[in-house]
């Protein structure tokens, strides 16, 4: 694997339902982090990890729960979902957060279907 | 006001057209700027980053930045089907800010 590895790739969930997403990045990076893509919106920053420590919660909701075991692993967990958190959630990573070059990779996302 | 303005399009063009995506911003401290490009069913990849105002040249890619007006600008020459794609602008601060992104253009190019 290379790269920004998300699973699952699509997840259909009821509003009771509990469960998790994973990003796995194969780069060595320091610093990954959670987006919310909505259809018509901009990319939403949901929580910045760096070094394994969270750095940024940018006002999420509590039924979302970041996980950072380390600097290759971070999990989404999810409970309590509501319809409107429909959308595609991606993973990205860099070097560390102050990267000169400012670039983020980012992996193909989860399809987050909430019914 | 939104941070980032761009028009979502969606933009059709023929084969080796010249393709003009603009955004526009609010935040006089924005300092780098990036061109993202996604594929469907795939994340954002980056295409250009520029740092301040001025040109940058990639290839068929120029991305273009006006401080002064707030406004960036990607050009794509001898458009490709393969450029068929949803183009994002992305701009931060500084580097360890947030990024602030568009909502981005969706664009196809037609053989």
């Known amino acids: 694997e290379t790269g920004v590895t998300q699973t699952p790739r699509h997840l259909v969930m009821g509003m009771t339902n509990k469960k998790s997403l994973k990003c796995e990045q194969h780069?060595?990076?320091?610093?990954m982090y959670w987006y919310k893509q909505s259809a018509k919106k901009p990319l939403e920053l949901m929580f910045v990890?760096?070094?394994?420590?969270?750095?940024e919660n940018n006002s999420v909701p509590s039924r979302f729960s970041p996980e950072c075991p380390n600097s290759s692993h971070l999990f989404l967990h999810l409970h309590t979902l509501q319809p409107e958190d429909s959308a595609l959630y991606l993973c990205a990573s860099s070097q560390s957060r102050t990267s000169i070059d400012g670039e983020q990779f980012f992996g193909p996302g989860t399809r987050l279907t909430v019914l | 006001q939104k941070e980032v303005e761009q028009d979502p399009g969606p933009l059709s063009v023929p084969e080796g057209a010249i393709v003009s995506l603009n955004c526009t911003y609010s935040?006089?401290?924005?300092?780098?700027f990036m061109w993202y490009r996604q594929y469907s069913r795939k994340g954002p990849e980056l295409l250009m980053y520029t740092y301040s105002s001025g040109n940058k040249e990639d290839g068929r890619f120029t991305a273009q930045v006006d401080k002064s007006s707030k406004y960036i600008s990607l050009f794509i020459r001898d458009s490709q089907p393969s450029d068929s794609a949803t183009y994002l602008c992305a701009m931060t601060r500084n580097t360890g800010n947030q990024f602030y992104f568009g909502t981005g253009t969706s664009l196809t190019v037609i053989p």
């Open positions: 780069l060595g990076h320091n610093a």
């Open positions: 990890y760096n070094f394994k420590e969270q750095t």
């Open positions: 935040n006089s401290a924005f300092q780098y």
